[in-house]
Structure formats: structure tokens, C-alpha cells
């Protein structure tokens, strides 16, 4: 059942599903499935593959009308969904359209969060002043910490709970959405290079990326990409942040971050994950690091601008989402 | 879409390349007889004019096929330099412009802008870029810088050394 709050309205419309175990999941996002298929609607599902199987097994034959994609290879680094989105909303002109995306799950690591729920406020942003569609975002309660489900009521205009749907009372609104990201990035333990720069050690800057990563053990290839990404965004700090800045390198676990910070002020907030237009003069660096690394992470602080670039140093394989209860238990039906 | 729907494609670097269609390589090899042969490198016999050196760059020109070769790496110490060569040295418009950079070992986005632009300025040829490394098609195609018409990524590896 749902509230008081129209589904069919003229914006985009975007609400989060709190739920507990499979039941719970399958109960609030088949009828909204089907809902959107009635009405001729394109729905876009990016899911687990275990829920995606599970999604399938509900709607029996009326599955073959939805399009399904892994969560875990779209979101892999979170700055890609948004991208995703665009393209499902341009594919389908002048179409109103469902989509349904988990992009938190338990196995995310507190950095992939962080960047995570920065993504569910820019979809406020990228789509708050577009064409109306409805995106529902599931957050498994059993899972995810209560500061998790707090901000998710921050960043949904509408939460659906125990079958009831209502305006979030918390919700920052579309234009605190995009504001400048300021949550502080943790400062990095010991083992950390320092390179300042500016244009003309761009040679030594990449020469130092590469020894780091090939002592880290980083494959060739996507050494060649991180060289590449911070490469990028160390040129825009000597275009746009001031002429130079400084790089810090160091490892974390099995992840090597590369810090790129200026003094330039970073006051675009889709500008790393909207896909760059046509023309020559169009930004693309920090989509491209986007691209190419596995987490990019960009801080508007008081002093500048800071982007941290993560790449694993095993490619980490897309894996499936963890549920406590397996999809035998519970109710798979909504009839 | 570009992330679910042509998913395969995009992950396939190959799948951006050229049929080789117009690659000077391969007719070359079509037709080794009457011209250079594909294991020749561009105009080795002829020994290219120098039209721009910096400290990390060395671009000469290449007369058969019509071109530049470039060496060593692009960034935005040199990126409008090359830029300028593309554009000042290169004035045969109607015919298809051949660019080596199969020793191009590293190249910025301000680099292959300049590529995209001396394309699209082209007035009747093409650009072709052979040997462009792995990486750079990559960069390439997430830019959206692979498929346009002016501009072709040649599968043929370029010259052999």
C-alpha cells in the first residue's frame, strides 16, 4: 500500500525502500515493478544478482520486460550510477520511467559508503529539475547501520516503511543536494610521499606514481590507468586550482591512494559523472578518473580542493550482495 | 546504453577499432609489390624532417604515407606545441592525414584533444592514428572521442619496427 504521496507526479521522484529480510524486499518493489509495467513504463532494475534472480522468480513471465543490471559491476565505483541513469532517462525520450537501485549494501568499505550516499544526494541533483520518473532505492535494515538509514531519509524526499510512504521530514532538499562536499577524508597513517608540483613536474609526478605502484605490486595496466587518471587531475590543479598543488601517495591495506590538493574551488558537483558533452572544450578528467579508478573522492574544504584516487591492487571481481536469510525463506510472491 | 545495453562493446577495446579500412599498412601489404611494405616503417627510405623536439617529444614529419610520427610522451607542458604542428604543418586537407604514434608512451587528454581537433578541421580527408597504444583507446572511447567520423583508430598496430 502506498501513502498519501502521488507516484505520478511532474518531477523526478525519488524514495527509499527501508526493509527487513527478503520478504520485506520483494513486498515493496514487485508492486512497483508492476505498477510501472501496466502503464507501459521502462523499468530499469540494478540489483545483486541474487536479487535480481529473485525479482524474476516473482514476476514470473512480466520479467522479461524488465532490464536487469548487476549493481556490483555498474556501482562498482558509485560515480558511474549516475552515468548509467542518464543513459536509461536519454534511451527512453519523453517516457515516464522506473528505475530501482541499491547502491549500499554490508560489504561496502567505509570510504565506497561515504561516496555512496554522496551519489544518492547528486541523484536529487542530476535529475531534481528534469523529467519525471521514479527511482526507489531499497536500504536493508537488518545490514546497514541506523546513521546509514538516517541518511537515506536525508538524501529520499520519500521513504516507504512497513508498507507506508511518506515525505521525509529530513530531507535536505535539491539545492543542499549539490552543495560543496565537505565531510572530512581521514588523514593517511605513516608511509606517505609527498611530490609539490606544478607544469613542469608532471614527468616526475608520473614517474613517482609508477614506481610507487609498481612496488605495491599494481598490474601494469592499471598502472598505466592511475598514472594516467592523477596525471589529469594533477593538470587540472596546474589549469584550474592556482598553476600547482601537491600529491601524496600511500597504501592502505591492499589499496593505493594517490591525494591531489589545490587551491581551486570545485563548485560542480556532476562534473566527474556526467558524461562530457561533444565539444573539445568540455572538462573530462575527472570523468575519466572516474573511468578508470576504482574510487575517486572529491572534497571542497576551506583551503582548496582535495580528490583522492583508490586502486586496488587486486581488481576486486563483482560479487554478490550478502543477506542474512537465504531467498528460500520468505515469501517470493506479492499476489 | 552506454553502460547496460552496449556493455560488451564497450568493454571490448577492439570494438572501436577501424576495419582497417584506408589503413596505408594494409594496402601496403595488399600491395607490397609496387609500394612500401607493411614492415617498413612510416618513410623510413625517405627519413623524416623534424618539425617539433622538446626535451620529452619528438614529432617528425612522414611523407608516404602523409603525416607525423610521434615519439615520446604529450602532457600540458607540450600539448599545444602539438597542437600547433597538427594544424601549421599539415596542409593538405583533402587527402587522409597519417599520424604514427606507436611510440607515443604517454599522451593527456589535452594531447588527444589536439588529435580531435586537427580531425575535425580536416575539410575532405580523414585523420588516421595508427598504433595508438591500448591505454589511449581506452581514454579514447570514455572521452567520446572514438567514434567520430573524421577521426579513425586503425587496427592495424602501425609501422613494424
Not at chain 1, 543536494?177 to 565537505?182: N, Y
Given at each position: 500500500m502506498r501513502g498519501a504521496a502521488a507516484l505520478h507526479s511532474e518531477q523526478f521522484r525519488h524514495e527509499a525502500l527501508l526493509y527487513s529480510g527478503w520478504a520485506e524486499f520483494v513486498t515493496g518493489t514487485v508492486p512497483f515493478i508492476r505498477e510501472g509495467l501496466r502503464a507501459s513504463e521502462p523499468v530499469l532494475v540494478v540489483e545483486s544478482l541474487e536479487k535480481i534472480q529473485l525479482l524474476k522468480d516473482a514476476l514470473g513471465q512480466e520479467a522479461g520486460a524488465v532490464v536487469f543490471a548487476d549493481m556490483a559491476m555498474v556501482g562498482a565505483n558509485p560515480a558511474r550510477i549516475i552515468p548509467a541513469w542518464q543513459e536509461f532517462v536519454s534511451f527512453h525520450p519523453g517516457r515516464r520511467l522506473r528505475g530501482i537501485g541499491e547502491p549500499i549494501w554490508k560489504g561496502r568499505s567505509p570510504d565506497e559508503l561515504i561516496e555512496c550516499q554522496r551519489h544518492e544526494s547528486l541523484l536529487n541533483t542530476a535529475f531534481g529539475q528534469g523529467r519525471p520518473w521514479s527511482l526507489l532505492c531499497p536500504y536493508d535494515t537488518d545490514n546497514l547501520g541506523s546513521s546509514v538509514i538516517e541518511e537515506a531519509r536525508r538524501s529520499h524526499e520519500f521513504v516507504n516503511e512497513g508498507g507506508t510512504v511518506e515525505r521525509s521530514n529530513v530531507y535536505r532538499g535539491f539545492e543542499a543536494?549539490?552543495?560543496?562536499?565537505?565531510v572530512p577524508l581521514p588523514e593517511p597513517g605513516t608511509g606517505v610521499l609527498r611530490l609539490p608540483f606544478a607544469k613542469d613536474d608532471l614527468v616526475k609526478l608520473r614517474g613517482l606514481i609508477s614506481r610507487q605502484a609498481r612496488t605495491a605490486g599494481l598490474a601494469a595496466t592499471r598502472t598505466a590507468e592511475l598514472v594516467t587518471a592523477v596525471n589529469e587531475v594533477a593538470t587540472n590543479s596546474i589549469r584550474h586550482g592556482g598553476g600547482a598543488g601537491s600529491l601524496r601517495v600511500w597504501q592502505e591495506q591492499s589499496v593505493l591512494i594517490c591525494e591531489i590538493a589545490d587551491t581551486g574551488r570545485f563548485d560542480q558537483p556532476l562534473v566527474d559523472r556526467l558524461c562530457p558533452a561533444a565539444d573539445l572544450s568540455a572538462p573530462r578528467g575527472l570523468w575519466l578518473a572516474n573511468q578508470l579508478c576504482d574510487l575517486v573522492q572529491i572534497r571542497t574544504l576551506a583551503g582548496g580542493t582535495v580528490v583522492r584516487l583508490h586502486m586496488r591492487l587486486q581488481p576486486r571481481e563483482p560479487r554478490l550482495h550478502v543477506l542474512p536469510n537465504g531467498p528460500d525463506q520468505g515469501s517470493t510472491d506479492d499476489n | 546504453m552506454r553502460f547496460l545495453f552496449k556493455s560488451s562493446q564497450v568493454l571490448d577495446p577492439h570494438s572501436l577499432l577501424s576495419q582497417n579500412e584506408g589503413c596505408i599498412h594494409l594496402s601496403a601489404h595488399v600491395n607490397r609489390k609496387g609500394g612500401f611494405g607493411i614492415d617498413e616503417p612510416f618513410d623510413a627510405a625517405l627519413g623524416g624532417d623534424r618539425v617539433y623536439g622538446d626535451k620529452r617529444l619528438i614529432v617528425t614529419r612522414t611523407l608516404r604515407p602523409h603525416g607525423l610520427r610521434f615519439a615520446g610522451e604529450i602532457d600540458a607542458t607540450n600539448s599545444d606545441a602539438v597542437g600547433e604542428c597538427l594544424l601549421k604543418t599539415v596542409t593538405l586537407q583533402d587527402q587522409d592525414l597519417h599520424l604514427d604514434v606507436s611510440a607515443l608512451i604517454f599522451c593527456d587528454i589535452s594531447g588527444i584533444r589536439s588529435f580531435v581537433e586537427a580531425a575535425e578541421v580536416r575539410k575532405g580527408g580523414r585523420l588516421m592514428l595508427h598504433g595508438l597504444p591500448e591505454l589511449l583507446q581506452t581514454v579514447m572511447r570514455v572521452t567520446g572521442w572514438a567514434a567520430l567520423p573524421k577521426l579513425v583508430i586503425c587496427g592495424c598496430g602501425g609501422p613494424k619496427p
Open positions: 543536494s549539490g552543495a560543496p562536499f565537505d | -
